[in-house]
C-alpha cells in the first residue's frame, strides 16, 4: 500500500539556522510529490512540487526539495528560517501518470515546526 | 482570483445530529475534492466530485456523502455524528484535467461534536 512518512513529529531550530524536514514514500513507481504548509488556522499552501525532470525542485517562501529515487525521499529544505516559517508542514503522494485519474493524494502526518527567536 | 471558500468556519454539533459544510472553489476549477483533518490521523482523503458526479472514494462510512452542483461548488453532509467525526474538514479544488493537477485548499470547517 501506498504511504508518507514525516519521521519528525516536531522540529525545534533558531532563527537563521538550516532547515531539513525529512518525508520517505512507499509507491512502485515514480509518484508526484508535494509539500504543503499550513498555519495555524489556516488551510493548506502548496510550497512545490515535482512531478518529473529536474530532481531539485524549488518552491516558495526560499524552499527547495530534492526527489531521491534510491531513497524513495523528498525532502524540504531552506537554508536559513524565519520566525514566519512556523508551522505544520506536510509531504503528499499522488500515484504518477501511468496510474490513471487519480486525485486521492496520501499525506505524511506532519512535521510541526517552531522557530526559537 | 477568489480562493477556495468554506462555510461555515466553525460548528459544533451534538451526537446523532446531521451537518451540511460548503465548498466554493476557485472560478473555473472542476474538481473538488474533500479531506478529514484529526491529530491522530492526520489527512484523509474522503471523496472527489468532478462535472457533478463522484470520482474517487476513500474509505468513509456511508455517513459520509458529498455532491457537486452545475457551478462546481459542493457540498459535504455527515449524518447521525459520533464524537469521533470531530475534525477540520478541508477542501480543495483543481482544474482537473487528466492525471494529477494542483489542489488549492480552502481554509477549513472545524467540527466539533459533543
Known amino acids: 500500500a501506498q504511504s508518507v512518512t514525516q519521521p519528525d513529529i516536531h522540529i525545534t531550530v533558531s532563527e537563521g539556522a538550516s532547515l531539513e524536514l525529512r518525508c520517505n514514500y512507499s509507491?512502485?513507481?515514480?509518484?508526484?510529490l508535494f509539500w504543503y504548509v499550513q498555519s495555524p488556522g489556516q488551510g493548506l499552501q502548496l510550497l512545490l512540487k515535482?512531478?518529473?525532470?529536474d530532481t531539485l525542485v524549488q518552491g516558495i517562501k526560499g524552499f527547495e526539495a530534492e526527489f531521491k529515487r534510491s531513497q524513495s525521499s523528498f525532502n524540504l529544505r531552506k537554508p536559513s528560517v524565519h520566525w514566519s516559517d512556523a508551522a505544520e508542514y506536510f509531504c503528499?503522494?499522488?500515484?504518477?501518470?501511468?496510474?490513471?485519474?487519480?486525485?486521492?493524494?496520501?499525506w505524511g502526518l506532519g512535521t510541526s515546526l517552531a522557530v526559537n527567536p | 482570483k477568489a480562493g477556495v471558500t468554506q462555510t461555515p468556519r466553525y460548528l459544533i454539533k451534538t451526537r446523532g445530529q446531521q451537518v451540511t459544510l460548503s465548498c466554493s472553489p476557485i472560478s473555473g476549477h472542476r474538481s473538488v475534492s474533500w479531506y478529514q483533518q484529526t491529530p491522530g490521523q492526520g489527512l484523509q482523503f474522503l471523496f472527489e466530485?468532478?462535472?457533478?458526479?463522484?470520482?474517487n472514494k476513500g474509505n468513509f462510512p456511508g455517513r459520509f456523502s458529498g455532491r457537486q452542483f452545475s457551478n462546481s461548488r459542493s457540498e459535504m453532509n455527515v449524518s447521525t455524528l459520533e464524537l469521533g467525526d470531530s475534525a477540520l474538514y478541508l477542501c480543495?479544488?483543481?482544474?482537473?484535467?487528466?492525471?494529477?493537477?494542483?489542489?488549492?485548499f480552502g481554509a477549513g470547517t472545524r467540527l466539533s461534536v459533543l
Open positions: 466530485y468532478f462535472s457533478e458526479t463522484q470520482r
Open positions: 480543495a479544488s483543481s482544474l482537473a484535467g487528466q492525471g494529477v493537477d494542483i489542489q488549492y
Open positions: 515535482y512531478f518529473s525532470g
Open positions: 503528499a503522494v499522488a500515484p504518477g501518470f501511468n496510474a490513471g485519474n487519480n486525485r486521492k493524494l496520501i
Open positions: 509507491y512502485g513507481a515514480t509518484p508526484y
